[in-house]
Nanobody, 115 residues
Framework: QVQLVESGGGLVQPGGSLRLSCVAS????????MGWYRQAPEKGREFIAA???????SYADSVKGRFTISRDRAKKTVYLQMNTLKPDDTAVYYC?????????WGQGTQVTVSS
């Protein structure tokens, strides 16, 4: 069964930090790279970060230098450390397979950056 469970979102002031977590089922985590995606209000879902099976990472230009993706294979968990958050980072954040997301998505976790 495909399962993706995101957590760690919340309300944070500009310049603050959050760490998101995503627990994935073995069927996804063991055979795919994993990515973080986000969807802001009235916008489409966009890619922001990925970690491939070999450990290499990639980031969207909008988050490069501020966000860091990592994973814990034993826990089947992918993390997204977000620093220096901006109001434009406000969105629902999702994890999924990378480079080709599965049709099934988790519920996401809301990140709101506001003073």
């Amino acid at each position: 069964q495909v399962q993706l469970v995101e957590s760690g979102g919340g309300l944070v002031q500009p310049g603050g930090s959050l760490r998101l977590s995503c627990v994935a089922s073995e069927s996804i985590f063991s055979i795919n790279g994993m990515g973080w995606y986000r969807q802001a209000p009235e916008k489409g879902r966009e890619f922001i970060a990925a970690i491939c099976n070999g450990g290499s990472t990639s980031y969207a230009d909008s988050v490069k230098g501020r966000f860091t993706i990592s994973r814990d294979r034993a826990k089947k968990t992918v993390y997204l450390q977000m620093n220096t958050l901006k109001p434009d980072d406000t969105a629902v954040y999702y994890c999924n397979a990378f480079p080709k997301p599965l049709n099934s998505w988790g519920q996401g976790t809301q990140v709101t950056v506001s003073s």
